[in-house]
């Protein structure tokens, strides 16, 4: 994507973006490596896709969580958050601690809870 330099307007956002700027003198790398991320973004965005997946991840932002109080936080059977919870390991956001009989999951890392922050300004922060 290349800016007509007529337009401020757009040289302006381009300048404060963080998003980078294409156009089609990419090289070759540059393009294979932006399709591993597109497709990295897409599986990452798959698997919160659900609302259930969203709602796990969107508790786990406040800390670790059990199974258990997952199933009372979500009013859902076992069943089902147990199955949420494979799908969101298997995506590596969430990973699994054992404590005698009890499973607890935590954020594997900072992207969930980003999205969990940017998602609720968008949808349910009240101004």
Known sequence: MTLDPTHDFELEEAAT????????????????RMMKNAERACNFLKSISHEGRLMILCHLTTGEKSVTELEDLLSARQSAVSQQLTRLRLEGLVTPRREGKTIYYSLTDERPKKIMETVY????RED
């Not at 973006?17 to 294409?22: A, D, G, I, Q, T």
């Not at 300004?121 to 349910?124: E, G, H, I, K, S």
């Open 17 to 32: 973006s963080r998003l980078p700027v294409f156009d089609l003198d990419m090289s070759d790398e540059d393009m294979d």
């Open 121 to 124: 300004d968008l949808f349910c």
